[in-house]
């Protein structure tokens, strides 16, 4: 009985976890929608909502916004829009470092994560994976003498939130695995551990 059990677990946990994440992200996506009159709206033309429409409307958008950056117009334009921004206080601050963190994770010569790395956190004896993501710069780096390396270290099981620190390069340990594997180490709470590369060339 019980192994009958564990086994369903199995089986549907994964389930139903990647149909929520799914179903919450279209839902979110699906708020696109108000950004169309009301009397657009799938609610108002057919009398019904239709779940999905919002998210099938983002993707156009944000197909069309890349459509157009790609091209002279639209990177001049872009242009402009980044120097009216940047006129402005508060919003000049935000939006540049928004977007250089947007640049570094989704362009293709993005380099966000460098290296998996072992580091001691959060406390000594203690081991976690981290990510190498560059060096310390600006005023920091003349505060810190020696070699140092900027480091992100996830939580488990959501790697989008996690500490950022600075450590001397001989505390960090470079790891023989991608940054995918570790990834997938991490957020499987050390389950889906990566092969070990060293043990696989002796065989």
């Known amino acids: 009985m019980k192994k009958y059990f564990i086994t369903g677990l199995l089986v549907l946990v994964p389930l139903f976890i990647t149909v929520w994440v799914i179903s919450s992200l279209i839902g979110m996506m699906d708020q696109s929608l108000l950004l169309l009159p009301e009397n657009w709206r799938p609610k108002a033309q057919l009398g019904l909502e239709i779940p999905g429409f919002g998210a099938l409307l983002t993707m156009l958008i944000i197909f069309v916004t890349g459509l157009i950056a790609t091209n002279f117009f639209g990177k001049r334009l872009i242009l402009l829009w980044e120097a009216i921004l940047a006129r402005v206080p508060v919003v000049k601050s935000i939006y540049a470092s928004v977007k250089q963190v947007s640049d570094t994770l989704f362009s293709d010569s ?13 406390r000594q004896g203690a081991w976690t994976i981290a990510f190498v993501t560059g060096k310390p710069g600006g005023d920091v780096a003349n505060h810190l003498p ?6 992100y270290v996830p939580t488990t099981p959501n790697p989008t939130g996690g500490y950022f620190l600075m450590m001397q390069r001989t505390e960090v340990i470079e790891l023989d695995m991608s940054v995918d594997e570790a990834l997938k180490y991490i957020i499987s709470m050390g389950v889906v551990a990566p092969p070990d590369k060293f043990k696989s060339q002796q065989n």
């Open 110 to 122: 993005g380099n966000a994560f460098r290296q998996a790395v072992l580091v001691q956190f959060p």
């Open 146 to 151: 020696g070699d140092y390396v900027s480091v």
